[in-house]
């Protein structure tokens, strides 16, 4: 008799093994000699060795086709587990072929759409700072998200930390209602709506609430060393040099900054320049750090945003 741990890595178990465990249920009567346990993402499984290695070989072929397909159903979970163990495929693979950062929740296929998307994957591979800099809707914030999970999941860090600027709050936050985080918290929504697609939300619950997930304002950081971590700053159009040199400067010898803005869209005082504007300036010759530009053909959201963001330009260019 053996027992083994069997993760489930690419997909929502939920969307795996069905709702109220139905396609486990037709996973069990298939391998009857086993004892399978669901626990989150964490299947234990017991029994004699060599169907257990059937068993895995099967788990693999239906999370790959789920994560193809988009959804597993009863039948066709039957079907799978039908078919002779020659024909049984790996486990999904992150290839570098296609882009792919990683499988989000229900095997979402979350990867670097555009030319320069993929440049700030690459470059954040070779560089320990990197400044992504483009305007509205070009994946900048999502793609920076992606690689933290990404490096968390492989456990090349211990935790991510994710930081914005609350310029737009200024003097008006004291009469928002709520506590501390429930007046901030609507700044650092977008940051939270990019971990909802790659991390299934128990798991996310828990990462926040043990703070291997970290989603603060950038003044929280003040004081840090900031080590063995992925660190992002959000909207650093809207943070001030003294601002953007304090959060630099909190860097671990193990860690890796990414530093996204849109210097389309500043909201700092009129008589107060913007920190990222000088840091483009300052920094652009220092080996490690580097910048990725981002524009409108960047844009992944609707086609009209792409338009927009075109004419906005060439109406400042006139």
């Known amino acids: 008799m053996v027992n083994k741990e069997v993760s489930i890595e690419h997909s929502e178990p939920t969307a795996l093994l069905g709702v109220h465990n139905s396609n486990l249920k037709i996973i069990q009567k298939f391998f009857p000699k086993l ?22 070989h099967k788990l ?37 072929e296609d882009h792919i950062i990683l499988y989000g ?10 030319p320069n998307q993929r440049k700030m994957v690459d470059l954040i591979g070779k560089n320990d700072i990197l400044f992504a800099i483009g305007p509205a809707g070009t994946g900048k914030t999502y793609t920076a998200v992606a690689l933290a999970v990404k490096a968390l999941k492989n456990k090349e860090i211990k935790r991510i930390i994710l930081a914005r600027p609350a310029v737009e709050a200024g003097e008006n936050l004291g009469f928002l209602p709520g506590d501390l985080k429930e007046k901030i ?36 950081m003040r004081g840090r060393t900031l080590d063995h971590a992925y660190v992002i700053l959000d909207e650093a159009q809207n943070a001030t040099d ?13 860690a890796k900054f990414i530093i996204t803005g849109d210097i389309t869209q500043i909201d700092l005082p009129k008589k107060q320049q913007s920190g990222l504007l000088k840091a483009v300036k300052i920094l ?27 004419a906005y330009d060439q109406h400042h260019e006139q």
């Open 185 to 220: 918290d609507p700044y650092l929504r977008p940051l939270y709506d990019a971990l909802d697609d790659m991390i299934p939300p128990e798991k996310l619950k828990t990462y926040i609430e043990s703070r291997t997930i970290e989603i603060a304002p950038m003044a929280f």
């Open 60 to 96: 693999a072929e239906l999370e790959r086709f789920l994560v193809e397909s988009g959804t597993l159903s009863a039948i066709q979970a039957e079907s799978i587990l039908n078919r002779g163990i020659n024909n049984t495929a790996p486990p999904p693979t992150l290839g570098a």
């Open 35 to 56: 004892k399978i346990v669901s626990r989150g993402h964490q299947l234990i499984v017991s029994g004699e060795l060599k169907q257990l290695e059937v068993f895995e």
């Open 105 to 114: 929740n229900g095997g979402k296929v979350i990867r670097a759409k555009t």
């Open 284 to 310: 652009k010759d220092i080996d490690g750090i580097e910048f990725a530009y981002l524009n409108f053909e960047d844009v992944v959201r609707h086609k009209l945003v792409r338009s927009i963001i075109k």
């Open 242 to 254: 003294l601002q953007l040199k304090m959060f630099l400067t909190r860097m671990g010898p193990n």
